[in-house]
């Protein structure tokens, strides 16, 4: 484990990205990492998750971590309890969706939509929909318009193997929809565009709210470009070891990788050693 300047201080609560940080590239949640969120809870420091998946592709973790704090789904875009009642939504406008599609589907990517409660796609073999299908452990629905959910939509994904085309996308519409929308990569393979107030820094000034945290005892990690929004909200923020550089860069501390329990570690060290030596 790589450490760099550590933060000291009272930490209360600490905030997960999901796929990449808490579970490994097999989207399974390992005992050590169970543990330590458990260690946590012992502790008295909060523990909350968030993720591009929505509430529902979430609720798996709510028992095997006891989780009490609310859920952010859609990176901010939506908050639910445990028990899935909603605390805050945040819609795309109708028209800024209508436009992301257009740019989505110009860069030859794969359209998904998602709404409160569904998962809408044209082509149930399309790339990464068996594996989402997996990860979330609900179904898609299988449409011929996507439009008409275009006034629910929370979320649109575009998706493709093609990295490069999915970099170029991301670019094209954070130039294009400006304020108007959140575009970002939550995987090499998706760009997530959500309303502008869902994205992982409004996560943390959301749940600093709702907590009654202040943000210098909030502690974050993740892996992704997307991840670096809540870096810059919190008191301390880890990298996991498989970031990228540029992502690692902006944290104060870097763990060790999803495949070696860099999660697990990094509460371990950063965190809870804090708080016992507190």
Not at 134 to 151: I, N, Y
Not at 175 to 190: C, D, F, I, K, V
């Amino acid at each position: 484990m790589v450490a760099q300047t550590r933060r000291s201080g009272k930490l209360s609560l600490v905030i997960a990205d999901v796929d990449g940080t808490l579970l490994t590239e097999d989207k399974v949640l390992t005992p050590r990492a169970r543990d330590a969120v458990h260690a946590l809870h012992r502790a008295g420091i909060g523990f909350a998750i968030t993720s591009g998946r929505p509430p529902r592709g979430m609720a798996m973790l709510i028992e095997p971590l006891a989780l009490r704090t609310p859920i952010a789904g859609f990176n901010g875009g939506e908050f639910v309890t445990p028990q899935m009642a909603t605390v805050e939504e945040h819609r795309l406008p109708p028209d800024t969706a209508r436009r992301a599609a257009d740019m989505i589907r110009q860069h030859k990517l794969d359209l998904w939509v998602y709404t409160d409660r569904d998962w809408l796609i044209r082509d149930g073999k399309a790339p990464h929909v068996g594996r989402e299908q997996h990860t979330v452990q609900f179904p898609p629905q299988v449409v011929d318009d996507l439009g008409a959910a275009f006034s629910r939509a929370i979320k649109l994904v575009g998706v493709s193997d093609d990295h490069d085309a999915v970099a170029r996308c991301e670019s094209d519409l954070q130039a294009t929809l400006g304020e108007q929308a959140s575009a970002s990569r939550s995987q090499p393979y998706y760009v997530d565009v959500t309303h502008p107030l869902a994205n992982k820094g409004t996560v943390v000034e959301t749940l600093a709210k709702l907590l009654a945290t202040p943000k210098e005892q909030i502690v974050t990690i993740g892996d992704m470009p997307n991840d670096t929004l809540m870096f810059r909200k919190s008191g301390l923020s880890i990298a996991m070891g498989q970031a990228d550089d540029a992502v690692k860069a902006q944290a104060r501390c870097v763990t060790a990788s999803n495949r070696e329990d860099g999660f697990a570690k990094a509460m371990e060290q950063f965190v809870l050693d804090g708080a016992a030596a507190a």
